[in-house]
Nanobody, 131 residues
Framework: QPQAVESGGGVAQSGGSLKLSCAVSGITMDHYVIGWFRRAPGSDREGISCETALSPHVYYAETVKARFTASRDRASNTWFLQMDNLQPEDTGTYYC????????????????????????WGQGTQVTVSS
């Protein structure tokens, strides 16, 4: 059973950067689906980036596209979310999630919407962006 442990987050000024890490056990970089989600105060959870081992394409929500970048380190089985040009509206609790894809479905947007394929969720980390 996969397990995910997050680190990173914190406080940044508008225009600043933060980097989140997600160390995952129980899956490998040959077979996975990884997602990054956030929940802003008073809002629903939002899937902001999702990817699978089946495709090099990473899905990004429009709200973070061109500012956030997902990456991974095979040696440590860790996934990262680099967040640049942060804005106050990026404030919230951020979660990583790990699981296995549905067959050959490599569509990151699908997994960011249908979250039932994620069997492990990180504990959440707070990101606060001041103006």
């Amino acid at each position: 059973q996969p397990q995910a442990v997050e680190s990173g987050g914190g406080v940044a000024q508008s225009g600043g950067s933060l980097k989140l890490s997600c160390a995952v056990s129980g899956i490998t970089m040959d077979h996975y689906v990884i997602g990054w989600f956030r929940r802003a105060p008073g809002s629903d959870r939002e899937g902001i980036s999702c990817e699978t081992a089946l495709s090099p394409h990473v899905y990004y929500a429009e709200t973070v596209k061109a500012r956030f970048t997902a990456s991974r380190d095979r040696a440590s089985n860790t996934w990262f979310l680099q967040m640049d040009n942060l804005q106050p509206e990026d404030t919230g609790t951020y979660y990583c999630a790990a699981g296995f894809p549905l067959g050959l479905n490599s569509d990151g947007a699908f997994y960011c919407q249908v979250t039932s394929f994620f069997s492990a969720w990180g504990q959440g980390t707070q990101v606060t962006v001041s103006s």
